[in-house]
């Protein structure tokens, strides 16, 4: 049974750091994309970054750019999303988000919802002094 767990949340404070992860289980790891969305409250998910399955190339929203990093570690099923200078609108609930590509290699990512089949249960960041 394929699953995705984040974990890594909390409460930080302007300018803080935190850094999310996601476990993966039950599926071929290393043929999947991995995406970082997230919810605030009253908007729209948004796609924050992403990663290919072999974790040599990534994505990043505008807004998020020079701020965050997403790695993967693929002999951990783990992917990461270290998130610096965090500002009070990076404060939503943050997922973690699988597709498959059927390989293991480097392409351009997308961060739209629509091809990430498999989600986890999301972890809350807040940011707020």
């Known amino acids: 049974q394929l699953q995705l767990v984040e974990s890594g949340g909390g409460l930080v404070q302007p300018g803080g750091s935190l850094r999310l992860s996601c476990a993966a289980s039950?599926?071929?790891?290393?043929?999947?994309?991995i995406g970082w969305f997230r919810q605030a409250p009253g908007k729209e998910r948004e796609g924050v970054s992403c990663?290919?399955?072999?974790?040599?190339?990534?994505n990043y929203a505008d807004s998020v750019k020079g701020r965050f990093t997403i790695s993967r570690d693929n002999a951990k099923n783990m992917v990461y999303l270290q998130m610096n200078s965090l500002k009070p609108e990076d404060t939503a609930v943050y997922y973690c988000?699988?597709?498959?590509?059927?390989?293991?290699?480097?392409?351009?990512?997308?961060?739209?919802?629509?091809?990430?089949?498999?989600w986890g249960q999301g972890t809350q960041v807040t940011v707020s002094s």
């Open positions: 988000a699988a597709d498959y590509v059927y390989y293991s290699g480097n392409y351009y990512c997308p961060r739209s919802q629509d091809p990430y089949d498999y």
């Open positions: 039950g599926f071929t790891f290393d043929y999947y994309t």
């Open positions: 990663i290919s399955s072999s974790g040599g190339s990534t």
